[in-house]
């Protein structure tokens, strides 16, 4: 079984390296760009007996930092 | 002073800081490796340095703050023994639940190496002892995540609670409030970006990150 955890900074939270792109995606010339916010993806390799709480934990005791960033889980079960 | 220097794979300043605690102190502290389970018992100190420990792999800090040896640090310093982390330690630190908030990308984005301006918030403390309250010193910075940030209501309770040991005297990196240096409710924990090891002797242009060793050393001793 397959796991993407994705980590990214709360709302309200300053990403400097967010603007950074921001502005330089403005200075390769495309416009529209009301905002970006770069985050993390963590790709997991799971034993299928592995629970949900168990990533969960997993995001809360290291993958993410929870005073900072917020983090999603996606579950990929494996097709047989 | 008993003290201990912890030496994480990628820390570059525990050497400068085991100097200055045995210049200052006069006895050379153990160099304690992060896959200790142990420390030398009795400690009067324990000093977690400056580097890039892991690689900074993850978030910086976050790989040492969850080190074996942290276990006996973090024990250590819920039975008051004194801890001082600086730079990647007050990284560490934070990632490690002794101390609140994070340290983010600063928010130039640039990797800020310059003497800086620093008051001395609280002059209390076992760490700060030896400054006025109130007063200016002038402490090396050397660092790309010192951006030191927390929720409303943490800044508003470690403001409150006189925790802020020093604050930059002009932005430095985006922190709030201008936290350079945070210190724990029960105040034998003391976190800061700036390093006092490289203001230790006269060749080092000033020696006002002595007086932080040479006031802690009276503290403790």
Sequence with gaps: MKARVFVTLKPGVLDPQGRAIHHALEGLGFDGIESVRAGKLIELELADRTSDADIEAMCRKLLANTVIENFRIERQETVA | ?221
Aim: hydrophobic share 45%; charged share 20%; with cysteine.
């Design chain 2, 1 to 221: 002073m008993k003290a201990a220097v912890i030496v994480f794979p990628g820390s570059n300043c525990d050497r400068d800081l085991a100097v200055a605690i045995r210049e200052v102190s006069g006895r050379e502290p153990a160099m304690v490796w992060h896959g200790d389970s142990e420390l030398p018992g009795g400690l009067d100190l324990i000093a977690i340095p400056g580097g890039f420990s892991y690689g900074d792999y993850l978030r910086s800090g976050a790989m040492a703050a969850r080190s074996t040896v942290m276990r006996a640090v973090v024990e250590a310093a819920g039975k008051g023994v004194p801890v001082l982390g600086v730079c990647n330690g007050f990284q560490v630190l934070t990632e490690a639940g002794l101390l609140p908030g994070a340290l983010m990308r600063n928010a130039g984005l640039s990797f800020v190496c310059r003497t800086v301006g620093l008051k001395v918030e609280n002059s209390q403390s076992i760490f700060t002892n030896n400054f006025a309250a109130g007063s200016e010193i002038s402490i090396p910075v050397a660092h790309h995540d010192g951006n030191y940030q927390a929720d409303a209501d943490t800044l508003a309770r470690i403001e409150g609670e006189g925790r802020v040991a020093f604050r930059y005297t002009a932005e430095v990196n985006g922190s709030a409030n201008d936290i350079a240096g945070l210190l724990n409710d029960a105040g034998n924990v003391l976190g800061m970006m700036p390093h006092p090891e490289r203001a230790l002797e006269k060749a080092h242009g000033n020696q006002d990150g002595r007086r932080l060793f040479e006031g802690l050393l009276e503290a403790v001793a």
